[in-house]
Structure formats: C-alpha cells, structure tokens
C-alpha cells in the first residue's frame, strides 16, 4: 500500500516522527519541510490530488489539532477524511467510512497514540454492505 504524508507546522515534528517510523515503507512526503508557518489548506489540497490522481492509497494529513485540515480535505468529493481521535474511531473510520485519509493533531495527540492508531486502521477491514449504501448518499449530495 502506497501512503502519502503531509502537515502544517503544527504538525511538522509528528509527520518527522511517523516517516521516520515507517521508513521502510517509503512515504510520499508532501511537506511541509520546516517548522516554519504555513497554511493547513495548502497541504489538504496537496494531499487531496494525490489520492484523487490515485498517486496514493492513503493520506496521513497532521496540522496542530486535525480540525482545520479535516474540514479543508473534506470539502472536495470523492475524499472521506477521518480525524483519529481515540483507537475505537480509528477501527471504526475504516469499518464503517472507508476513509482514504486518516487525520491526527500533532500539538493533541502522541506519537504512540498515533502509530496505534495508524495499525488499527490497516489491520481493519471496511464492512461494506449498508456502510456502502450510506457512502453513496454521501456522494450523492457533494
Ligand atoms: C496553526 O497554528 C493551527 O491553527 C493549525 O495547525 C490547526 O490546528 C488548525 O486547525
């Protein structure tokens, strides 16, 4: 599976963090590349073409809470982005949303929390079935 990685500042040091960790697998890094300022929309819409162009299987979005950069993803079809808050919402966004990208706040959550997270979500199978019919209507009203 390719996954694709990318932050604001807020979520710089996480993103740093999780390649690091997943170094074997080869992330596309999307940046940001600093710890300098910078706008979380930018990185959505980043991230956001490189799985609509099928360039990823997943996105791993960071900013400092998850919330900005959630809502940014979120407002382009086709993308289901998942905020990861807890490891019952992280089996859950894949189970029943199908996320295609999974989102953390690196100023909220740690890194631990995060790559828990991050395997719950692999090891997890999305239900189909009435989840599907559900998706649909999602699509539907974008
Ligand atoms: C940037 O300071 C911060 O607002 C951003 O990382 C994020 O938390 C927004 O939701």
Redesign the pocket.
């Known amino acids: 599976m390719k996954i694709a990685i990318a932050a ?4 710089f040091k996480l993103k740093e963090a999780l390649k690091k960790y997943y170094a074997a697998s080869n992330m596309i890094d999307l940046g940001t590349y600093s710890a300098d ?1 910078v706008d ?1 929309p930018d990185y959505a819409h980043k991230m956001v073409q490189t799985i609509l162009h099928k360039e990823a299987d997943l996105g791993i979005l960071i ?7 959630s ?1 940014a993803a979120n407002r382009y079809k086709g993308i289901r982005a998942a905020l990861l808050y807890s490891d019952e919402v992280a089996r859950l966004a894949k189970a029943h949303n199908d996320a295609n990208i999974i989102v953390f ?3 909220t959550m740690s890194v631990d929390d995060v790559i828990k997270r991050i395997d719950i979500f692999l090891h997890t199978s999305y239900e189909n079935g009435r989840h599907q019919q559900r998706l649909n209507k999602i699509e539907e009203t974008e």
């Open positions: 604001d500042h807020g979520g300022s979380y900013c400092g809470t998850g919330v900005g950069i809502i706040g690196g100023r």
